[in-house]
């Protein structure tokens, strides 16, 4: 069945140049300069070799249909990943190579996933968008690395370091546990931040503007729109950052701009000015000569 790619997330299965993929990582970019792409990094079903694709936002490729089991996770062993099908509470065997190590690093006790069986092997399992983590160490702050770069590390505020630093700093680790966050709490849930990914795969024009380009005033209009909760502009690129998107400066061109004139005004009339240069440079400096 052939879907936009855009809709494609880690762990569904493609039918790509003849065979089957899995997707590991799904990355959509929408540079200023050319149009939106995504990025589909995919482990071969069967081969096991890798593949990493980029399509343009609004092809199709072909997704497998499969059999998608709503289940919780149970545990981890060394034969890989348990969980448990809420449907029939049968347990389901994830191997290692399955799922992608840097999914692997969130799966929590009792977090509700999707495992995607095909001829009744587990191929794929699809996480949760968000999760909420505790932070357990402070490893980085231990070695001297400054309270900036551990918060870019870690994807929190400099504020929030610094309490758990002040935490570490008095009751050891064991402080760390009743540090918390510092802030108040999001204003967007998890629901509201996928209303948003929706939205803003939609396109501007859905919301009625002319061009395909997404501006700061215009992401905060579908975060009203969709969530009904008024944000700044100047802050919507946090919530842009955290769905993997990227800000670009859009490069300004004339609207009658001719390519044809401006490459034969570079493979003719510029030769001709540089030429015309040089021979003045070479007679202002023999003109300072004595005579």
Partial sequence: MKVPVNSIRAG?????????????????????????????????????????????????????????????????????????????????????????????????????????????????????????????EADAVVKGLSQSEVARQVGAHRQSVSQWVAALSENGRAGLKKAGRAGRKPRLSSEDIDKVERGLKRGPENLGYESSLWTANRVAHLIEQECGVRYHPGHVWRILRQLGWSCQRPVGRGLERNEQAIRRWKKE???????????????????????
């Fill in 12 to 136: 569904n299965v493609l039918e790509y140049n003849g065979k089957l993929w899995v997707a590991a990582k799904v990355q959509h970019v929408n540079p200023g300069k050319g149009g939106a792409f995504v990025t589909i990094e995919a482990k071969a079903l069967r081969e096991g070799n890798k593949l990493q694709e980029r399509f343009r936002s609004g092809e199709t490729i072909d997704r497998v249909h499969i059999d998608e089991r709503d289940c919780t996770f149970l545990f981890k062993d060394d034969n890989g990943y348990t969980f448990m099908d809420k449907e029939n509470f049968e347990q389901l065997s994830v191997g290692i190579d399955v799922l992608d190590e840097e999914q692997a690093r969130f799966l929590q006790d009792g977090m509700e996933v999707v495992v995607s069986l095909y001829e009744g092997t587990p191929v794929g399992v699809e996480l949760p968008k968000s999760v909420v983590l505790a932070v357990v």
């Fill in 269 to 291: 009339r510029w030769p001709e000015i540089k030429k015309k240069r040089r021979e003045r440079a070479g007679r202002s400096s023999s003109s300072t000569r004595a005579d």
